[in-house]
């Protein structure tokens, strides 16, 4: 082995410098790029960047006042906890505005950026959000209800946006009736726009809204059951959830064996060959007022069901359109059961203890309750023992002289012999006070 | 009729008195009174169940079916009482002779009509009248016969169960109807004639008492009763001799 002549010497020397010096410069450059990343990204998340004037701590500081603050721990319990504040406020990017503050009032957040059917990130989408253009708090509706129209957040909220199992959810099945009458009951909305603010306030009275309120009872019936979610439209549109050929369809989602009756009955199979004048659901039991027929307040409730049926079953117009019998109130409210009813005697038989409630037939269909061969045991309900006889003859009794000959004609005899009666003892009166009169004259 | 004396402090006269009712015709009468009058403060409500004022008694709907407890209980009552007028002029003396006497016979007719035509002037002369005159005749008959009429449609009312499982239906209607009017009818022929004949009607207003202790003055009794007063005269007569 020899030793390394001078140039050599030379040459391993500024190799080990430049190896030393790479490293250097190797190190320097990570630190650097390491401080500068660890810099930029606390400006991205929800990091001391946003929080040093939105913050808690800020909003104390007389510097930082009139800046909205923003609750830490309501967006760290939130469903957008992981999510950057950049992520939805676009433009408050700390790198977009060169470094300085962003502009006071920011754009509106675009839910749809993330929320939209395929997305990637994650963004659930549970109903479709592709009816909302359509529905009545679509964006074509805008120009009608301008800053009124319920944007994303108003239903859903800002940052308190909980996951959908969260009871704290403002869209939680219990809580949806307080989100939708923050509009809905609003005094100002409602004069507005021609809502009817009571009517979403009645809810709360109904069966469903106090199953909700009293009990806890998720399952009963809340605003989006009936109207809808992203796809609500106005009762007169056809396509509507609450329009009234619709109806028995949508109650059905929960009343389903009441719908099986309904549509075999004269009223659900008429809804079926488009007849408009049928009554649906709600003609019978009310809206948002729907109380539990043992409800005193109930429209079917028993003193009130003869009123609620003859809504077109004393209608002179519709009885002429579809033939049906006439004088149905009349009638009933002239027989014991219908003085008793009024008298407030529950007992006694109302239209439904007769006709049935929901599948209400005609008398010739032989499955009805008031058809002949059924009668006995219609009426046997309440009157043991009731055989054939009990049934024969009118129910709805008419005093006239093809329905009814012998009413009739007690009624014409009566009526002329207390009036003949009555004339005579007037008669009587007159000739006795006459002749007081007379002894009285005379007397003087 | 048995004859009473009375003294009168006032005027010293002998005022005399007849027993016209005896206590059991007006124990019969009060218990007809009170049947009647509470059958017919239970039972009109039936007749008009539009009537707020009636509605506003009938506040619990208890009170409403009470009111046909009471309704029967007072049923129960008339048709004792009317079990009770049967047997009584089939088998006492007085009720007898009564009911003979309160039979009306074709002269009524022309008594009563006399009675109009003397009280409008027409004619000059007063009828006399016996021991019942055609008014309370006719009120007798038109009172059985009311009675009894709402007796057997109350009955066949009050079973609609065994009525309508025996009968045709429209017997139930035409009793019910009957019924009905034929109490329209009492409480108007009630309230008119029996109450404007004795309180109105008669000499002695406000109110004759002879339905409360059974008396009736001598001359009273010539003005309205004559021919009675005269053959109990003739009978006293009789017995003098």
């Known amino acids: 082995m020899r030793t390394l002549d001078k140039r050599e010497n030379e040459l391993e020397k500024r190799g080990r410098e430049a190896i030393v010096a790479t490293g250097l410069a190797v190190s320097v450059a990570v630190c650097l790029a390491a401080t500068i990343i660890f810099f930029t990204r606390t400006a991205i998340s929800a990091g001391p960047g946003c929080f040093s004037c939105h913050g808690a701590e800020a909003a104390a500081k007389e510097q930082y006042r009139g800046i909205p603050p923003v609750d830490v721990s309501v967006l760290g319990n939130s469903t957008h906890k992981k999510i950057n504040c950049t992520d939805c406020h676009t433009d408050a990017l700390f790198t977009e505005n060169e470094g300085k503050n962003h502009p006071k009032n920011l754009s509106e957040v675009d839910c749809a950026k993330c929320h939209y059917k395929g997305n990637t990130v994650g963004a659930p989408q549970l109903t479709p959000m592709d009816d909302l253009k359509d529905s009545i708090h679509g964006a074509g509706t805008r120009k009608k209800y301008g800053n ?279 008669l009587y009166i007159i000739s006795d006070l006459a002749s007081r009169l007379r002894k009285a004259t005379s007397r003087r | 009729m048995t004859e009473m004396k009375e003294e009168s402090a006032a005027n010293k006269e002998n005022h005399k008195y007849y027993l016209r009712f005896p206590l059991s015709y007006r124990v019969q009468h009060i218990i007809l009174v009170l049947s009647f009058f509470t059958l017919i403060i239970t039972g009109l409500p039936l007749l008009f169940p539009g009537s707020k004022f009636l509605r506003a008694i009938f506040i619990v709907p208890d009170i409403f079916v009470l009111r046909g407890v009471i309704h029967r209980i007072a049923a129960a009552a008339l048709m004792l009482l009317g079990a009770f007028h049967v047997l009584f002029v089939i088998f006492s003396d007085q009720g007898n002779k009564d009911v003979r006497a309160i039979m009306p016979r074709w002269s009524d007719i022309g008594k009563g009509l006399r009675s109009i035509l003397f009280n409008l002037g027409v004619t000059g002369d007063p009828p006399e009248y016996g021991r019942f005159r055609p008014i309370e005749k006719f009120q007798y008959i038109a009172t059985a016969a009311a009675v009894a009429v709402m007796i057997g449609t109350g009955v066949i009312i009050w079973f609609p169960d065994l009525s309508m499982m025996l009968l045709p239906k429209w017997v139930m209607d035409v009793a019910i109807t009957v019924h009905g009017l034929g109490a329209v009818l009492v409480f108007s022929t009630l309230i008119l004639w029996h109450i404007y004949t004795v309180h109105f009607g008669s000499e002695d207003f406000p109110m004759s008492r002879v339905w409360l202790d059974g008396k009736i003055s001598e001359e009273k009794m010539k003005k309205t009763h004559s021919l009675e007063h005269k053959n109990i005269r003739e009978a006293e007569q009789q017995e003098k001799k």
Do not use: M
């Not at chain 1, 806890?216 to 989006?224: D, E, F, K, Q, R």
């Not at chain 1, 009343?255 to 060959?273: P, T, V």
């Open chain 1, 148 to 426: 009124d129209l319920p944007k994303c957040k108003d239903c859903h909220g800002t940052h308190e946006i909980y996951p959908k199992a969260d009871a704290r959810s403002r869209t939680d099945r219990l809580n949806i009736p307080a989100t939708c009458i923050r509009c809905h009951a609003d005094s100002g909305i409602t004069e507005r726009h021609k809502i009817k603010g009571e009517v979403a306030k009645a809810y709360l009275n109904s069966v469903h809204g106090r199953a909700l309120k009293e009990t806890g009872l998720n399952i009963a019936a809340v605003c989006v059951d009936c109207h809808g979610v992203h796809d609500i439209r106005a009762p007169g549109d056809p396509k509507s959830k609450v329009s009234r050929p619709n109806i028995p369809e949508t109650c059905r989602k929960c009343h389903a064996g009441i719908y099986k009756q309904y549509i075999q009955g004269i009223h659900g199979q008429e809804l079926l060959k488009g007849n408009k004048d049928t009554p649906v659901c709600t003609d019978c039991h009310g809206e948002h007022t729907i109380r539990s027929h043992r409800d005193p307040e109930s429209r079917v409730y028993p003193t009130h069901v003869s009123k609620t049926c003859s809504h077109c079953h004393d209608d002179v117009i519709l009885e002429r359109k579809y033939s049906l019998p006439a004088r149905r109130l009349s009638t009933y409210s002239d027989s014991y059961h219908g003085v008793a009813l009024k008298y407030g005697d529950k007992r006694a038989a109302n239209c439904a203890s007769c006709h049935g409630t929901h599948d209400i037939r005609p008398s010739s269909d032989p499955e009805s309750s008031i058809n002949p061969e059924n009668l006995p045991g219609t009426c046997g309900k309440c009157h043991p023992n009731a055989g054939k006889r009990f049934a024969q003859g009118k129910i709805h009794v008419e005093a006239t002289k093809d329905s009814n000959p012998g009413k009739y004609y007690v009624r014409k005899f009566y009526t002329w012999f207390i009036s003949i009666i009555i004339g005579c003892l007037v």
